[in-house]
């Protein structure tokens, strides 16, 4: 069952924003909530609805339009995932994998890439893969081991890469590989389309959640990549790599706002409906009390998260915000949707409901794109250093 979504009463920058977020409600209450409870059951990618959401323009909306992009500002691209989010988390989850699969091309592509990758990148009908992790090391990313070796116009690329979203379904992939010697120095930034001779794709994983999403291991055994098609020189991987996830874990917070927003709903809908003790549930203070938490943090959330983007959109540093964002959200849309659970009691607990899938499903954003343990990382070095 497909919960209802209450409109959020937004402060946008322009009518146009307001046109683009009603589209995106509109769009996603036709398309997303449709589609998920089966797709996720039966694990299906929905690459029917990222064609769709490509037609829409809605796969590249914080790119500038002269190279394809929505021109849209980071606090709007923001919130129209949040709305996909509220009816289904792998599609904007997908959608911000995909726009952090475009950024090193975009903020440190020569020209001559931007002329030969956005257009496909950009223009809907394509999807990225960002390839950071491996299996020995995730939140230390630095320790990555993929080693490229040049060869003439080619580099050749051996490693694992782990947990990589739309592996198998992406049409690129972005590939942080080690060139140079240890640490964070020695890392370089490849790009290497889906049909790469020696590319491949381990089966993917079984997960708890978001099994219409695809996460899988990505196997590179001397794979050859056009020298041409490494983004910066050797040695600004790591930079690039960390910038790219600046910006993405303001994608995963907005998705949490979202997730959380329709785990609330539907707690709602139902202690509107369930009668206890001669009335609906909803008329108790304990329950009351509950929904008000979950209703206040939700708006917290957003507000930091809106804090973040008009910081990026501003051109001021942000990535101390991008961490409070991702940790606060994710943190949040954990106890949210655990407690539309509590909300719901034994029908909660069932698939009969959604709030079940939406609580194994906010599992996960505690976890991609540096866990919050990693967030206070970087929160607590910046309050350490000043
Ligand atoms: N933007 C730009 N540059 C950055 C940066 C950022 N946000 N964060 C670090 N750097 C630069 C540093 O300035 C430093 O450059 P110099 O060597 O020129 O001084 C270099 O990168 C190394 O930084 P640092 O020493 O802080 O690296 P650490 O190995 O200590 O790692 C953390 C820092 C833990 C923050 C990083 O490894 C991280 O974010 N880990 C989580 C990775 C992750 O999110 N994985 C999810 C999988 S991808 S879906």
Redesign the pocket.
Known sequence: MAAVIAPVDRILPTSEARDLLALAAELADRELATRAPAAEASGTFPREVFDLLGQAGLLALPYPEAVGGGGQPYEVYLQVLEELAARWLTVPLGISVHVLSCFPVIAWGSEEQQERWLPQMLGGTTIGA?C??EPHC?????ALTTRAERDGGVYRVTGTKA?I?HAGVADFYNLLVRTGGR???GITCLLAPSGTPGLSVAAPEQKMGMSASPTAQVLLDGAEVDAADRIGAEGDG??IA??A??A?RLGIAACAVGLARGALDAAVAYARERQAFGQPIVGFQGLQFMLADMDTRIHAARALLLDAARRKDAGLPF?IAAARAKLFATDMAMSVTTDAVQVLGGAGYTTDFPVERYMREAKVLQI????NQ?QR??IG?ALATG
Do not use: C, H, K, N
């Open positions: 960002y950071l992790s995730g939140s230390d990313a630095a947990w979203t640490g964070a120095q790591f930079r960390m910038q996830l600046d993405g990535s991609v794109e540096g866990t990693i990382v970087v070095r």
